[in-house]
């Protein structure tokens, strides 16, 4: 019977903290909503430089290396 009650308790305890969890995610969500829209930024983005390496996509994460391939 120990045994039994021991595992009710803990079924019990792990309901307790998922609900406590979700309580505090539902009222964090009401306190602090996320805008619909984004906002505009004040200054518009300027475009990229092109590349001076003769890769011709400037701002790429891999740009080509200087040294010609032979």
Known sequence: ME???GLLFLVGYIVLIVGL?????YAVIRIFPTERTPKKPDKPEKPEKPA?????????????????AT
């Open 21 to 25: 969890a979700a309580f505090i995610t």
């Open 3 to 5: 045994k039994v009650l």
């Open 52 to 68: 001076s390496d003769g890769g011709g996509t400037g701002g790429t994460l891999f740009r080509r290396s200087k040294r010609a």
